[in-house]
């Protein structure tokens, strides 16, 4: 394994003379020297993306290939996430749901919960919503909230489970309170069904911060149906953040809600 990390960890000359990394990214990259798991996968995250250090995705990925033949679950799941998205590799979605798969046997509910999306979208291996299923109500009840939210879809919607929109609105709020956004649009959206505008807005509030373009243009249509009950500024606020995207606004009816 030394071996292994002096190949990965070998620096051009000129890499000598830049400037030393922040202390807690120094720690990192030591504790991943000296093969902790946990930090070899956090060193790998570093090199896919980040302001201290060139981008390096192929060193990403053999730094979580060590940590996945460790049979560290987390290692296994960021290999899925490079095979799945291409990322030092090229893009192969079968290795990716082998990778999720080998995640999610090792415990890790990231893992069961990306091995679910592909599982639910035929992605990688054929559509299976049962499995699906299982994946996220496994992942949710262990505490995952992006799992709960997809759980929850699954009782509102009625897929392959009798419909139960009591437990999915209970299971929504888990999800918001766990910090997941999808969660907290999905729960904002019951709530406002249910008359509870107020508590509804506060929690499209916090998704504001980091929801995605799709999450975005469904709270603005959202938004603009709240009538006297409006809040312009968090109005703007999603309107400003679709803008930073490249994505113009609309409030235009939803035809498919986003998950």
Not at 25 to 40: D, F, Q, T
């Amino acid at each position: 394994m030394k071996r292994v990390f002096r190949k990965i960890f070998s620096r051009p000359p000129e890499r000598e003379a830049a400037p030393p990394l922040p202390s807690h990214i120094e720690i990192i990259r030591e504790k991943a020297l000296k093969g902790h798991h946990l930090e070899i996968v956090q060193w790998g995250q570093i090199l896919l993306e980040s302001i201290y250090v060139p981008k390096d995705p192929v060193g990403a990925l053999e730094w979580f290939t060590i940590a996945a033949k460790a049979g560290f679950g987390p290692g296994h799941n960021m290999r899925g996430r490079c095979f799945q998205f291409g990322w030092g590799c090229e893009q192969d979605l079968q290795e990716a749901a082998r990778c999720y798969a080998a995640a999610a046997d090792a415990g890790d509910e990231w893992g069961r919960y990306n091995l679910g999306i592909l599982t639910m979208r035929g992605i990688g291996h054929p559509q299976d919503l049962p499995k699906a299923l299982n994946l996220f109500r496994t992942a949710a009840h262990n505490g995952h909230a992006k799992s709960m939210n997809l759980y929850a879809r699954f009782l509102e919607e009625g897929w392959v489970v009798p419909q139960d929109r009591a437990a999915a609105l209970d299971w929504y709020r888990k999800s918001a309170e766990g910090g997941d956004y999808r969660g907290q649009h999905n729960y904002a959206t019951a709530l406002v069904d249910a008359g509870q505008v107020d508590e509804a807005l506060g929690w499209w509030r916090k998704a504001v911060v980091d929801a995605t373009s799709d999450i975005l243009l469904a709270m603005n249509k959202k938004l603009a149906l709240l009538g006297n009950k409006r809040d312009p500024a968090l109005e703007t606020r999603v309107q400003d953040r679709l803008k930073e995207m490249g994505v113009p606004p609309s409030t235009e009816d939803a035809k498919v809600r986003p998950e």
